[in-house]
Nanobody, 120 residues
Framework: QVQLVESGGGLVQAGGSLRLSCAAS????????MGWYRQAPGKQRELVAV???????NYVDSVKGRFTISRDNAKNTVFLQANSLKPEDTAVYYC??????????????WGQGTQVTVSS
């Protein structure tokens, strides 16, 4: 009964910014690591950024210094602030979360994907 709903994608010009949000809802006991992935046409899905339950972050080299991942545990939400966007950032972005639905069970859940298109 867990679902992740994404928002914030869209079309922007190079150099612009977007803020992606992903809110988890349903039967949630707790949430571990959360992250953002992206998949461009003809390419494999890649991990863009992750944030652990303790707040530690990591980014793919191509977005370091431009993207920031954060989370609001009270709202079960993860964000991706994407600045200085480049055409090569164009992709479908998916959020992911490792969620415990009870004290004993956990699984990975995925958002529906949101399109980010950056024009030159």
């Amino acid at each position: 009964q867990v679902q992740l709903v994404e928002s914030g994608g869209g079309l922007v010009q190079a150099g612009g910014s977007l803020r992606l949000s992903c809110a988890a809802s349903g039967s949630i006991f707790s949430i571990g690591a959360m992250g953002w992935y992206r998949q461009a046409p003809g390419k494999q899905r890649e991990l863009v950024a992750v944030i652990t339950s303790g707040g530690s972050t990591n980014y793919v080299d191509s977005v370091k210094g431009r993207f920031t991942i954060s989370r609001d545990n009270a709202k079960n939400t993860v964000f991706l602030q994407a600045n200085s966007l480049k055409p090569e950032d164009t992709a479908v972005y998916y959020c992911n979360a490792n969620i415990w639905t009870s004290r004993w069970y956990k699984d990975d859940y995925w958002g529906q994907g949101t399109q980010v298109t950056v024009s030159s």
